[in-house]
């Protein structure tokens, strides 16, 4: 009689094991509940037991993958046990070379297969290891809480809470996602030499501070910028209308703002009319409405543009991504000293990292690295670019 052995099911849920190890080979003789193979699932090693004396034919390779209650080998049960010959023959043949016997597969401390890769894996000594299984062997439920003591996560508060979304995060998701699969968004990125500025700053922001009563900051030198840039790139100052590209004379800045109930996005209107004073002011009111919890629909509707200035938080560098239906975002970066060559000599100078994120569908490669280039320009040359010359600083600056 030649009796089939299938998989056994470890456990709920567990729909497949792979075989991880042949204890005993093809045509050997074993006795019934003898371990023929170890099983390895996604939560356990256990071994396959001989279901009755006889003969064994394996249908299964080590390593391959087995459903539960798959055929993975047949047992002659008529076969006697003097019957296997060659190997016993096999054996007489090579008495110097005698065949591992499966006592010595099991010897105290030798790891299962499984185990054993756990072990490499976290580069652990067998040897310093207790095993728990038959005759000392170490089994994979031994490995695993081996490597957790070797200092990898173990037992511990494996707590967790729950909260649900609010309105503007939902919505705020689901914007996101639309943005992704909507547009054909790129970013390119450039670096800035912010040494101007802050020599500028430090030499004007207490005058301009008690002047008009608001921080002279980079906020204002970038809207500036930027400005001068969509004025030489309107492509950038533009967004998709159905079949139509709609472009606008006028620069209506959007300015990412941290708040309370997560980032807003208020708008500067016709910022192409406003001086650093004006700039400054308009944003710090709108900040301050954000944190008051009394900013308006009506304030962060219909920008053109944003800035998202994610070096308030020390992002060194990132992706933003687009404010639809707008067509671009510049996103700012921490500023970090660092060498830089300057006339063939390195020098230490304040970097900013910039990103310029686009509707690839609206803006092509000219205008997106054009824009970067003469927002750089802007930046670290000021007073020509942005005041009208030394001359007229103080006019720029209202002082």
């Given at each position: 009689m030649r009796l089939e052995m299938k998989v056994p099911s470890p456990g709920e849920s567990i729909s497949e094991?792979?075989?991880?190890?042949?204890?005993?080979?093809?045509?050997?003789?074993?006795?019934?509940?003898?371990?023929?193979?170890?099983l390895d699932s996604d939560k356990a090693t256990l071994e396959l037991p001989a279901e009755a004396s006889g003969i064994i034919t394996h249908k299964a390779a080590a390593g391959d993958t087995v459903a539960v209650g798959q055929v993975v080998c047949s047992i002659d049960t008529d076969a006697k046990k003097d019957s296997a010959a060659a190997p016993k023959a096999e054996k007489e043949a090579n008495p110097s070379q005698p065949e591992p016997t499966r006592a010595e597969s099991y010897a105290s401390g030798t790891p299962a297969p499984a185990a054993k890769k756990i072990l490499d894996e976290a580069h652990i000594d067998p040897t310093r290891i207790?095993?728990?299984?038959?005759a000392g062997r170490i089994t994979k439920a031994d490995a695993i809480e081996a490597k957790h003591a070797m200092g990898t996560p173990g037992l511990g508060n494996r707590s967790s809470s729950r909260k649900k979304f609010?309105?503007?995060?939902?919505?705020?998701?689901?914007?996101?996602?639309?943005?992704?699969?909507?547009?054909?968004?790129?970013?390119?990125?450039?670096?800035?030499?912010?040494?101007?500025?802050?020599?500028?700053?430090?030499?004007?922001k207490s005058a301009f501070k008690e002047k008009h009563g608001v921080s002279l900051g980079f906020m204002s030198f970038f809207t500036k910028a930027i400005v001068k840039a969509l004025r030489e790139f309107p492509e950038v100052n533009s967004m998709i209308d159905g079949d139509y590209q709609e472009i606008f004379d006028y620069c209506d800045i959007s300015i990412a703002v941290s708040g309370p109930k997560g980032l807003m996005v208020p708008v500067v209107r016709n910022a192409e009319n406003l001086s650093f004073r004006g700039i400054e002011t308009a944003i710090k009111n709108l900040a301050i409405k954000v944190q008051a919890g009394t900013i308006t629909v009506d304030d962060m509707t219909g920008g053109t543009f944003t800035i998202s200035n994610g070096g308030v938080f020390g992002s060194m560098l990132s992706t933003p991504i687009l404010n639809p239906p707008q067509s671009a975002i510049l996103g700012m970066h921490n500023i970090v000293a660092r060498p830089v060559a300057i006339d063939g000599q390195v020098a230490i100078r304040p970097v900013m990292y910039v990103?310029?994120?686009?509707?690839?569908?609206?803006?092509?490669?000219?205008?997106?690295?054009?824009?970067?280039?003469?927002?750089?320009?802007?930046?670290?040359?000021?007073?020509e670019e942005l005041m009208g010359g030394a001359d007229k600083i103080e006019g720029a600056l209202e002082l």
């Amino acid at each position: 009689m030649r009796l089939e052995m299938k998989v056994p099911s470890p456990g709920e849920s567990i729909s497949e094991v792979e075989i991880a190890t042949w204890l005993v080979k093809d045509g050997d003789y074993v006795e019934r509940d003898q371990a023929i193979a170890e099983l390895d699932s996604d939560k356990a090693t256990l071994e396959l037991p001989a279901e009755a004396s006889g003969i064994i034919t394996h249908k299964a390779a080590a390593g391959d993958t087995v459903a539960v209650g798959q055929v993975v080998c047949s047992i002659d049960t008529d076969a006697k046990k003097d019957s296997a010959a060659a190997p016993k023959a096999e054996k007489e043949a090579n008495p110097s070379q005698p065949e591992p016997t499966r006592a010595e597969s099991y010897a105290s401390g030798t790891p299962a297969p499984a185990a054993k890769k756990i072990l490499d894996e976290a580069h652990i000594d067998p040897t310093r290891i207790s095993g728990t299984g038959k005759a000392g062997r170490i089994t994979k439920a031994d490995a695993i809480e081996a490597k957790h003591a070797m200092g990898t996560p173990g037992l511990g508060n494996r707590s967790s809470s729950r909260k649900k979304f609010s309105a503007l995060r939902r919505k705020l998701s689901r914007r996101l996602v639309a943005v992704k699969n909507q547009t054909a968004m790129l970013t390119t990125f450039n670096e800035i030499d912010m040494g101007a500025v802050f020599d500028l700053r430090s030499r004007y922001k207490s005058a301009f501070k008690e002047k008009h009563g608001v921080s002279l900051g980079f906020m204002s030198f970038f809207t500036k910028a930027i400005v001068k840039a969509l004025r030489e790139f309107p492509e950038v100052n533009s967004m998709i209308d159905g079949d139509y590209q709609e472009i606008f004379d006028y620069c209506d800045i959007s300015i990412a703002v941290s708040g309370p109930k997560g980032l807003m996005v208020p708008v500067v209107r016709n910022a192409e009319n406003l001086s650093f004073r004006g700039i400054e002011t308009a944003i710090k009111n709108l900040a301050i409405k954000v944190q008051a919890g009394t900013i308006t629909v009506d304030d962060m509707t219909g920008g053109t543009f944003t800035i998202s200035n994610g070096g308030v938080f020390g992002s060194m560098l990132s992706t933003p991504i687009l404010n639809p239906p707008q067509s671009a975002i510049l996103g700012m970066h921490n500023i970090v000293a660092r060498p830089v060559a300057i006339d063939g000599q390195v020098a230490i100078r304040p970097v900013m990292y910039v990103a310029l994120s686009y509707d690839h569908r609206v803006i092509d490669g000219r205008e997106s690295v054009g824009f970067l280039i003469a927002i750089k320009k802007a930046i670290e040359d000021p007073i020509e670019e942005l005041m009208g010359g030394a001359d007229k600083i103080e006019g720029a600056l209202e002082l």
